[in-house]
């Protein structure tokens, strides 16, 4: 699958991983501390906000006691800077660009990270050249600015199996 590489710190090309946010002042510093706490995501069939921490949380050993869900990585960045969630995880890209914010970057902080998956791959509807768009993807990439790409954090694109994507694990849905 056609996907795009941001250069993550800690990932391969291809890859990403979320990053869990608290309040900088929770005095709670170890994913560990937040057995039972509130937890904001920004939907359920998110890999970076939802499935990806949820495993990852469950073999830490932790689970949550609740979940805020907020539609948006910055709604649950929000959340949890407001005191209406005690964390949240958001994918590194969009903490990347959240953190910038003084009222955001100021008021979260990490406290840990997932392990690195492959990223959202670009798609297309079945019956359309893929060769195609890929090219056209990889050469309009090429025809960004270097402060464009830097902007847009983006390196280019890498081919990722699709069945390393299907061993990514999903979390049941919430009960109740």
């Given at each position: ?38 937890f904001a ?43 209406d969630a ?81 061993v990514v ?8």
């Amino acid at each position: 699958m056609v996907t795009p590489d941001y250069g993550l710190p800690g990932c391969g090309h291809g890859e990403y991983n979320s990053v869990f946010v608290v309040r900088r002042d929770t005095g709670r510093q170890d994913l560990k501390a937040f057995q039972g706490a509130r937890f904001a995501l920004n939907s359920f069939n998110s890999q970076s906000g939802w499935a990806g921490p949820i495993i990852y949380a469950q073999e830490m050993g932790v689970t949550f006691g609740s979940f805020t869900k907020t539609g948006a990585h910055l709604a649950s960045a929000q959340a949890v800077a407001g005191g209406d969630a005690d964390l949240a995880c958001l994918d590194a890209l969009s903490w990347h660009y959240i953190k910038s914010d003084p009222g955001m970057g100021g008021a979260l902080t990490v406290i840990d990270r997932t392990p690195p998956s492959p990223a959202t791959p670009y798609i297309t509807s079945l019956g359309q050249d893929a060769g195609v768009i890929r090219q056209a993807i990889s050469d309009a990439i090429d025809t960004l600015s270097e402060n464009d790409r830097s902007a847009l954090h983006l390196k280019g694109i890498v081919w990722i199996a699709p069945a390393e994507y299907a061993v990514v694990p999903t979390p049941p849905l919430p009960q109740g």
